[in-house]
């Protein structure tokens, strides 16, 4: 069964890959400690901006484990979360006030105009056919209540290359050209077990800019989420120091939204809006 494929009225089916990797259960602990942590608090830095004033209803969607879920819910938005993993959902459901159902990003089982926000923090990243991404962008569009909000995250073309380089693995003569392959053409190779990560896409910034416009959203802007900071090696011990994280995120802060930079964060946040005319 291809990814397309499906039951007349049922949800498309997931990669079998994917659902393999993130039912191994390191997703929740993912943002929780090390340098890790820098793309929760960018994240929740640059959401705290753009989100109305709580409470509003918001739709999580490929909302994982709750990372996001729980403190959105702490600061009184009425979150709903939909994820294809079960693990994800077991696990986001039980935490206080949050509602978490199966679902796929492109097939919601959510009304016209029922939310003020939606958030794809992370399914466009993992969906390879364009067609599957315009598939996500209009039905959270769809969704969205007349000027609502959507929050959509993706991987940086040049973040395996980043990345690997980092590591000082680039030199590793059997990386290399697996590592070229996904910086030329954005589509990470799931079959090579040395990828660390499952299949996925990574978007250039000025890509998802038009995967927006196509699907009739307005953009508001972008914001690299690490910017250049989860290539700098002390980044974890400076996250330790409150006095110093805080002064990293001032930091972070002043580049978030130079388009000179925004393909040097590991991950960018695109937002835009559903205008206020639309159906
Ligand atoms: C790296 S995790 C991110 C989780 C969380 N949103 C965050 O920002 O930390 C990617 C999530 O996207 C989910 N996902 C993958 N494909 C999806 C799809 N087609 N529809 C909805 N969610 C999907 C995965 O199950 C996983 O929970």
């Known amino acids: 069964m291809t990814n397309l494929d499906q039951e007349p009225g049922s949800a498309p089916a997931l990669a079998p890959e994917i659902l393999g990797y993130y039912a191994q259960g390191q997703e929740d602990g993912r943002l929780r400690a090390g340098a890790g942590r820098l793309e929760l608090l960018r994240t929740q830095d640059v ?29 009184g938005y009425q979150v709903e979360l939909v994820d294809p993993v079960p693990l994800h959902v077991e696990q986001a459901g039980r935490l206080a006030g949050v509602r978490a159902r199966l679902g796929d990003a492109r097939a919601l089982d959510a009304a016209d ?43 940086n073309r040049f973040a395996g290359l980043h990345d690997t380089l ?19 053409d954005g589509r990470l190779r799931s079959e090579n077990p040395r990828s660390g990560f499952t299949t996925a896409y990574f978007h250039q910034p000025a890509e998802i800019v038009r995967e927006f416009t196509a699907a009739g959203l307005t953009l508001l802007g972008q914001y690299g989420v690490e910017g250049a900071g989860w290539l700098m ?26 388009p000179a930079l925004l393909g040097v964060s590991g991950h960018l946040l695109t937002a835009g809006r559903k205008s206020e005319a639309a159906r």
């Open 47 to 75: 959401l705290r901006r753009l989100l109305p004033p709580a409470p509003a209803r918001l739709l999580d969607v490929g909302g994982g484990s709750g990372i996001h879920a729980e403190w959105l819910t702490a600061a």
């Open 113 to 155: 105009d029922s939310f003020d926000v939606v958030l794809l923090l992370g399914p466009l990243y993992h969906l390879t056919d364009p067609a599957d991404r315009a598939r996500a962008l209009a039905e959270a569009r769809r969704v969205l209540s007349a000027g609502g909000l959507l929050v959509a995250a993706t991987i």
């Open 166 to 184: 980092n590591q000082g693995r680039w030199f590793d003569p059997e990386r290399r050209p697996y590592i070229e392959a996904v910086t030329r």
């Open 233 to 258: 090696g002390a980044v974890g011990d400076w996250l330790d120091d409150p006095t110093r994280r805080e002064s990293l995120l001032d930091a972070l802060r002043l580049a978030e939204s130079d």
